[in-house]
C-alpha cells in the first residue's frame, strides 16, 4: 500500500536554531499534503496545507514566517520551524491523499521535536 | 462546541469484549475516517466512509448520514488494539480533516 515518511523521527535542538522535516510521499504522487501538530494527550492539530508548485495555505493563529513549508515536487513537502523556541517543541506529522479524489489519507509517522 | 465530538474519551475493556467507540459530527461532510495512533505515534488509517457499513476483520465501522453519527466497533477485542482511536471528517473541498480528540482504549488481559 502507500506510504508516507518523514524525515527525522526524532530531532532535539537548541533555542533559537531552525529545524527541517521532511515528508515524503513514497509510491504516489501528492499535489496536496498537510502538516498537523499534536501536543501531549491532544488530538491533531492542522497547520497548514502543502501545495505542489503554490503557496501554502495556513490555517488561523498558524505563523507563516515561524513554519515555513515548500513543497517542490510532488513526492516531497518539508516544513522548516524557525527560530524554534520550547513552546514549538511538539509532535509533528504529515499526510497526503491519495485515491480517487483524494479519498485515501496516509499518515507519516512523526516527528519528535524537542526544543531546548 | 467541537465540530466533532468522540465518547468515551477513555475506555478500558477485558480482553474478549465488544467494544464501540462513537462519533458525531455537526458539519456537512463528505467523508469520514477512522484513525488508530499507537503510543509510538503513527497513525494509521482504518476506515473512510461516506455511506453505510464497513468490515475489515474484527473492526466494523457505521456511519448515520442523517443523524451525523459513527461508530467503530471491535470484536472480541485483544490488548493489541490498545491505542488511541480517532474519528476525522473531510468536510468541503480539499481533503481538509477535523479530528475528534480521540478514545484512549485499553484492553486488558
Known amino acids: 500500500g502507500a506510504v508516507v515518511s518523514q524525515h527525522p523521527s526524532r530531532v532535539i535542538c537548541k533555542s533559537g536554531t531552525s529545524v527541517k522535516i521532511e515528508c515524503r510521499s513514497l509510491?504516489?504522487?501528492?499535489?496536496?499534503m498537510f502538516w498537523y501538530r499534536q501536543f501531549p494527550k491532544q488530538s491533531l492539530m492542522l497547520m497548514a496545507t502543502?501545495?505542489?508548485?503554490?503557496?501554502?495555505?495556513?490555517e488561523q493563529g498558524v505563523e507563516k514566517d515561524k513554519f515555513l513549508i515548500n513543497h517542490a515536487s510532488l513526492t516531497l513537502s518539508t516544513l522548516t520551524v524557525t527560530s524554534a523556541h520550547p513552546e514549538d517543541s511538539s509532535f509533528y506529522i504529515c499526510?497526503?491523499?491519495?485515491?480517487?479524489?483524494?479519498?485515501?489519507?496516509?499518515f507519516g509517522p512523526g516527528t519528535r521535536l524537542t526544543v531546548l | 462546541k467541537n465540530e466533532v465530538e468522540q465518547s468515551p474519551q477513555n475506555l478500558t475493556a477485558q480482553e474478549g469484549e465488544f467494544i464501540t467507540i462513537n462519533c458525531s459530527y455537526s458539519v456537512g461532510i463528505s467523508a469520514l475516517h477512522w484513525l488508530q495512533q499507537h503510543p509510538g505515534g503513527g497513525i494509521v488509517s482504518l476506515f473512510m466512509?461516506?455511506?453505510g457499513k464497513k468490515k475489515h476483520g474484527r473492526l466494523i465501522a457505521t456511519i448515520n448520514i442523517q443523524e451525523k453519527h459513527s461508530s467503530l466497533h471491535i470484536t472480541a477485542s485483544h490488548p493489541r488494539d490498545s491505542a488511541v482511536y480517532i474519528c476525522?471528517?473531510?468536510?468541503?473541498?480539499?481533503?481538509?480533516?477535523?479530528f475528534g480528540a480521540g478514545t484512549i482504549l485499553r484492553v486488558k488481559s
Open positions: 502543502s501545495n505542489e508548485g503554490s503557496k501554502a495555505t495556513y
Open positions: 499526510s497526503a491523499p491519495s485515491g480517487l479524489q483524494g479519498d485515501t489519507q496516509y
Open positions: 466512509l461516506s455511506s
Open positions: 509510491d504516489f504522487q501528492a499535489t496536496t
Open positions: 476525522a471528517v473531510r468536510s468541503g473541498y480539499g481533503n481538509k480533516l477535523v
